[in-house]
Nanobody, 125 residues
Framework: QLQLVESGGGLVQPGGSLRLSCASS????????IGWFRQVPGKEREGVSC????????NYADSVKGRFTISRDNAKNTVYLQMNSLKPEDTAVYYC??????????????????WGPGTQVTVSS
């Protein structure tokens, strides 16, 4: 069965950090561009970041630039999202997904498939 699974979410205070992981089963992650997305109830899913197959190209939403870093370890079949200086507005369910097209600045959800179930990130004091 082809699937992605996110982990690493939790409750953190403003200014804190979390590292999310995205692991795959049923397929080799390093063949694909991978994106991270987030969604809050009542709002559309938002592209956060994406990374190319080799890891040599990355893109970020303006709202997270300078705070979040995407990376991948193809030997471990895992993509990471390091989130620093977290703000309450970063609170959301975070998802990873497999890209149908190369990682682009738009980070459009419609260009990704095989979504994981998501991991909750809550930033609150």
């Amino acid at each position: 069965q082809l699937q992605l699974v996110e982990s690493g979410g939790g409750l953190v205070q403003p200014g804190g950090s979390l590292r999310l992981s995205c692991a795959s089963s049923g397929f080799t992650l390093d063949y694909y561009h991978i994106g991270w997305f987030r969604q809050v109830p009542g709002k559309e899913r938002e592209g956060v970041s994406c990374i190319s197959r080799s890891g040599g190209s990355t893109n970020y939403a303006d709202s997270v630039k300078g705070r979040f870093t995407i990376s991948r370890d193809n030997a471990k079949n895992t993509v990471y999202l390091q989130m620093n200086s977290l703000k309450p507005e970063d609170t959301a369910v975070y998802y990873c997904a497999r890209g149908l097209r190369p990682c682009a600045p738009s980070i459009a959800p419609g260009e990704y498939n095989y979504w994981g179930p998501g991991t909750q990130v809550t930033v609150s004091s």
